[in-house]
Every structure is written in structure tokens, then in C-alpha cells.
């Protein structure tokens, strides 16, 4: 009913700071979201007309232009309000990449990222799959196993390796014990994933064996 209106010729009640603490953000629209985020408009457009006037670029455009782009291509709008535009975008993009900042460049970078899921009661194996540039696309607890074993198939591995189309996988699993060394079937599994994962096309970079202490990684000690 309103929509395409200034927002001093919208009633109170239904402007989009009111609608979203009465109603909720799901009833908002696009360029009411826009709006509330950007807070105020330029010297002559409202914050509502100026919102539209950005929507009309289109998503996709917007996301592939710069600050300064942003600033000549709307009329009236100056850093700051380009920045907030980009901030959000990122903000969105980071919300559905969300290890998009994640690097596993060494085994001290895979301890810290699971340590704090570990489980002391039973080992758990989890698959990290990276691009070329080692940055986290997404990770799997693949399986759960006793105190002092766990089994996975190299297919339930593979699988989240053909699923996220990534480049290399890192393995790691748990040792409740606090032993930090591989045991003999810990090693043959290791080897069994290095020949599956080379027919498939992807790379085995490590398998990191973890502890509350510390951890063992067989590509430091050369047993990968």
C-alpha cells in the first residue's frame, strides 16, 4: 500500500523501525532493511527513496563494485554510506561462507580450530576440506568411536570432498588417552585415504592426531 512512498507520507506505525519492533524483521522489505541499516538519507532524498535507488542496481552489481564505485554511480551518496553498503554485503557473504577467513596452513592451525571440540571420552575423526590456497570451505565430523578407536569408511571422507569441490582434505582425530602418537591401523587408514583421495584428484595434506597436550602430525614426522 505504501511501498514507492517517501517516509514523512508513511504513518508512524507502519515506517520500518516500528514494523520491526512490532511486528518483525521477516515483514520488512528489501528497502526497508536497506533503510534501517543506512539510518539516514542524503540532503535530498530520504533514507527510503535512497535505499530503493541503491536496490535498483541489483544484488549481483552491487557486490562486484568498490567503494569508490558505489559513490559515482549514486549520486549523493558519500563515503560513509558506501562503506555501510559494503560492509553489509560482506557481512552476507560471511554469513553464508562462514569459514571464508579460516586458513589451515600448519597443524597447530588444525589444533586450535578443533580443540575445543574435542571429546574426552571417545575418539571422534574429523575431515577438513581446503582450497588450493589451504582455506577452510567446510569440515565433517565423519565419525564417532570408542576410548581408544574409530573407523570411517574413505568414501563417507570422499564424499564431503566430491560434495564441496574442494582441493586437499587434512584428517584429524582424537586421542582421549593423551597419546599422541598413531597407532599401527591409525597409519594404514592414513595410507588407504592417500591412495583414494590421489584416484579421486584431491590431495591428502596431513592426518593430525590431538590431545588436550598437544598434537602429532604425520606429515611433520614424515609417516604420511
Not at 541503491?54 to 562486484?64: A, H, R
Not at 575431515?127 to 590456497?133: G, K, V
Not at 602418537?181 to 595410507?191: G, L, M, N, R, Y
Amino acid at each position: 500500500m505504501y511501498r514507492g512512498r517517501r517516509l514523512k507520507e508513511i504513518p508512524k506505525e507502519l515506517r520500518p523501525r516500528e514494523k520491526m519492533k512490532n511486528i518483525g524483521s521477516h515483514v520488512l522489505s528489501d528497502e526497508e532493511l536497506l533503510a534501517l541499516l543506512l539510518g539516514s538519507g542524503t540532503k535530498d532524498e530520504d533514507v527510503l527513496s535512497l535505499s530503493r535507488r541503491i536496490l535498483k542496481l541489483g544484488w549481483d552489481k552491487l557486490k562486484g563494485m568498490g567503494v569508490n564505485e558505489l559513490i559515482k554511480e549514486l549520486k549523493g551518496i558519500g563515503e560513509a554510506k558506501a562503506c555501510q553498503i559494503k560492509a553489509l554485503i560482506e557481512l552476507s557473504k560471511r554469513m553464508y561462507e562462514p569459514h571464508a577467513q579460516i586458513v589451515m596452513n600448519t597443524p597447530e592451525d588444525v589444533y586450535n580450530f578443533l580443540r575445543d571440540k574435542m571429546d574426552n571420552r571417545r575418539e571422534h575423526l574429523w575431515a577438513l576440506y581446503l582450497t588450493p590456497s589451504n582455506t577452510l570451505i567446510d569440515y565433517e565430523l565423519v565419525a564417532i568411536g570408542k576410548m581408544n578407536s574409530v573407523f570411517a569408511d574413505p568414501k563417507d571422507i570422499l564424499y564431503g570432498a566430491v560434495r564441496t569441490a574442494c582441493h586437499s582434505i587434512i584428517l584429524a582425530h582424537t586421542h582421549p588417552g593423551g597419546e599422541h602418537k598413531p597407532s599401527k591401523a591409525d597409519v594404514e587408514f592414513t595410507q588407504r585415504m592417500k591412495k583414494a583421495c590421489q584416484l579421486l584428484g584431491f590431495e591428502l595434506l596431513d592426518h593430525i592426531i590431538l590431545t588436550k597436550k598437544g598434537y602429532f602430525s604425520m606429515k611433520e614426522r614424515e609417516v604420511l
